[in-house]
């Protein structure tokens, strides 16, 4: 079922979940917290989700845009940085770079790393500025570095698929609906109530901690939690390859 962020009249959105879960006021739990709360827990669900997804790319739906990324390819610009998107939001990660050729068409680089590759990576940081077509990328702190300097010029050359962070809430918000599967719309309420039930020492504190055990598992115990039983489905239309292992009898 999915929930929007508060519902006044009917009481049955999140906000009026986690208070009526911790039994709290807005004296004893002030609507900021509990804005900062969801919020911690909407961030969360979509670390979890992203990395439970397999090749489903996660994105917070309440995004206008798709998480991509365009910069201009600068002739002989080597690093290009970067920290948001076109919208603001924070970028968590790039996980592909492509390039458009002189003729606009976009080709793949190689990730490699800077500081540990040897061979053809070494234009990178060798002083030699070579010129000519970009192969290969490394990324480092908010920007991404190219191992030639680019030979030529082209508006919007550069594309970059990104996760980044979620479309947040702030306290007026009403009638919004979390940009995440609506069956984990119920864990954006428990997380916060159960952080709040352990830091104020309630009776119910255990309750809400295994309760919120249920959505978001545990590696170190092989517990999956819903959250990623949820997402990990969306990647069912992958066909999965087998392929034999030699064992050597002793």
Same mark, same amino acid.
């Given at each position: 079922?999915?929930?929007?962020?508060?519902?006044?009249?009917?009481? &049955?959105?999140?906000?009026?979940?986690?208070?009526?879960?911790?039994?709290?006021?807005?004296?004893?739990?002030?609507?900021? %917290?509990?804005?900062?709360? #969801?919020?911690?827990?909407?961030?969360?669900?979509?670390?979890?989700?992203?990395?439970?997804?397999?090749?489903?790319?996660?994105?917070?739906? +309440?995004?206008?845009?798709?998480?991509?990324?365009?910069? +201009?390819?600068?002739?002989?610009?080597?690093?290009?940085?970067?920290?948001?998107? %076109?919208?603001?939001?924070?970028?968590? %990660?790039?996980?592909?770079?492509?390039?458009?050729?002189?003729?606009?068409?976009?080709?793949?680089?190689?990730?490699?790393?800077?500081?540990?590759?040897?061979?053809?990576?070494?234009?990178?940081?060798?002083?030699?500025?070579?010129?000519?077509?970009?192969?290969?990328?490394?990324?480092?702190?908010?920007? /991404?570095?190219?191992?030639?300097?680019?030979?030529?010029?082209?508006?919007?050359?550069?594309?970059?698929?990104?996760?980044? %962070?979620?479309?947040?809430? /702030?306290?007026?918000?009403?009638?919004?609906?979390?940009?995440?599967?609506?069956?984990?719309?119920?864990?954006?309420?428990?997380?916060?109530?159960?952080?709040?039930?352990?830091?104020?020492?309630?009776? &119910?504190?255990?309750?809400?901690?295994?309760?919120?055990?249920?959505?978001?598992?545990?590696? &170190?115990?092989? /517990?999956?939690?819903?959250?990623?039983?949820?997402?990990?489905?969306?990647?069912?239309?992958?066909?999965?390859?087998?392929?034999?292992?030699? #064992?050597?009898?002793?």
């Amino acid at each position: 079922m999915s929930l929007v962020f508060s519902a006044v009249a009917t009481k &049955s959105g999140i906000v009026d979940m986690i208070y009526r879960n911790t039994k709290a006021d807005t004296t004893k739990y002030p609507l900021a %917290e509990v804005v900062s709360d #969801v919020n911690a827990a909407l961030d969360r669900a979509i670390t979890l989700a992203i990395k439970s997804a397999g090749k489903y790319q996660v994105d917070d739906t +309440n995004h206008t845009d798709y998480p991509i990324i365009l910069l +201009n390819l600068v002739q002989n610009q080597r690093d290009y940085s970067f920290t948001t998107d %076109e919208e603001g939001n924070l970028i968590l %990660e790039p996980y592909r770079v492509m390039v458009a050729d002189s003729s606009g068409i976009f080709y793949d680089l190689e990730p490699v790393d800077q500081q540990t590759d040897r061979g053809d990576v070494m234009s990178m940081v060798d002083g030699r500025n070579l010129t000519g077509k970009p192969s290969k990328y490394d990324k480092t702190a908010n920007g /991404i570095f190219f191992d030639v300097l680019p030979s030529y010029s082209y508006a919007d050359g550069i594309k970059i698929f990104i996760n980044r %962070e979620a479309s947040y809430f /702030i306290s007026s918000d009403t009638t919004k609906k979390p940009g995440i599967d609506g069956r984990l719309h119920e864990y954006l309420a428990i997380r916060p109530t159960a952080f709040y039930a352990a830091r104020n020492g309630l009776n &119910s504190a255990p309750f809400w901690a295994n309760e919120l055990l249920k959505y978001e598992g545990d590696e &170190s115990r092989g /517990i999956k939690g819903l959250i990623e039983r949820i997402y990990s489905r969306r990647a069912k239309d992958e066909q999965l390859v087998m392929s034999q292992k030699s #064992v050597n009898s002793i």
